[in-house]
């Protein structure tokens, strides 16, 4: 029997599972919408109760997908939205809430996070997202793609420190956060969000995990995102539209690497030497 997901602790005291689920292409094509709520329900019964949408995602499509999803269920879910920088004014940002609160059915959103840094100042976003918090639209707000000085920046705005976490680019082959940001949020106790664990499904398809998949009997996006699990204070969103690949995430959760394992891992994809810019997807 598998071991009930780990949580993590957010600096607004939510405990949120640190396997959750992603949502990017998904609402794009009617024909494939009834497997991809089939897909989110399912990890939902399997423990992964957080999602992670966004208004960009097929145009709001994605986030009808989630509001199917989630209906006559939303208590056990804990949703993460992200507002477009297009829309990051203050007036902008409780619009495009209103808007996505629409397509996902619901009356809040748990954690809506600023999707990229664009030109809006940043106070002018926080303002927003604190006043979208004292209308109970929202409960907790954060940022995604902040590299290190923008979260130093962030935290120098009134409210900045209300951030809650910082959705990035995390995997075995970006391992750049590990030298600079991982750490910052680390000391800060601030979870990092790790988009795109599996790099989009090519980590699926590399021969540098095929020795440890085979020594756990697991496929190698299961070591993939075992590895991003293997650390406190870090949520992995893998997305899987098909059931089989839903299955395989959740176990992977229960994979524990050994030290040899993941001193093999750092032989083929080495830790960042020196401070890398953040990429991005
Ligand atoms: P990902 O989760 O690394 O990879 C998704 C792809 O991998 C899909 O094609 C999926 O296939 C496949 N896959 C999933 N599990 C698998 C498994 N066990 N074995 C083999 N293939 C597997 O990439 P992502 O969708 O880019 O990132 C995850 C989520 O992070 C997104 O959906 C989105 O919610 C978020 N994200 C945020 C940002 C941002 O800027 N903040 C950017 C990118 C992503 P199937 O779907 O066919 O099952």
């Known amino acids: 029997m598998s071991s009930a997901i780990r949580t993590t602790r957010l600096p607004g005291r939510d405990d949120v599972p640190v396997l959750g689920q992603g ?3 998904l609402g794009e094509r009617p024909a494939r919408r009834a497997d991809e709520v089939a897909a989110l329900r399912l990890g939902l019964d399997l423990g992964m109760t957080l999602i992670d949408t966004a208004e960009m995602y097929g145009d709001g499509g994605a986030e009808e997908v989630v509001g199917e999803a989630v209906s006559g269920r939303r208590d056990e879910v804990f949703i993460v939205g992200k507002v477009l ?6 007036l902008g940002v409780v619009t495009a809430c209103d808007h996505s609160l629409r397509r996902l059915r619901t009356d809040r959103i748990d954690l809506y996070l600023l999707h990229w840094r664009l030109g809006t100042p940043l106070a002018e976003t926080v303002a927003g997202f604190e006043a979208l918090k004292a209308a109970g639209k929202i409960r907790h707000w954060g940022v995604s793609n902040f590299d290190t000085a923008d979260m130093v920046e962030l935290a120098g705005v009134a409210d900045g420190r209300n951030v809650q976490t910082d959705q990035v680019l995390y995997n075995l082959r970006r ?12 000391e800060r106790a601030i979870p990092v969000m790790a988009y795109s664990p599996v790099e989009q499904g090519v980590l699926a398809g590399d021969g540098r995990l095929a020795r440890i998949a085979d020594r756990h009997g697991v496929s190698r996006s299961q070591i993939a995102l075992a590895w991003v699990l293997r650390q406190d204070g870090v949520i992995a969103i893998p997305r899987a539209s098909r059931s089989e690949h839903v299955r395989e995430n959740r176990a992977a959760h229960d994979i524990r690497l050994a030290p040899a394992d993941l001193q093999e891992l750092d032989r083929a994809f ?12």
């Open 23 to 25: 949502t990017w292409g």
């Open 85 to 90: 920088p297009t829309h990051a004014s203050r």
């Open 175 to 186: 391992r750049g956060i590990e030298y600079d940001l991982l750490p910052w949020c680390r």
């Open 270 to 281: 080495p830790p960042p030497a020196g401070k890398q810019p953040l990429e991005m997807i």
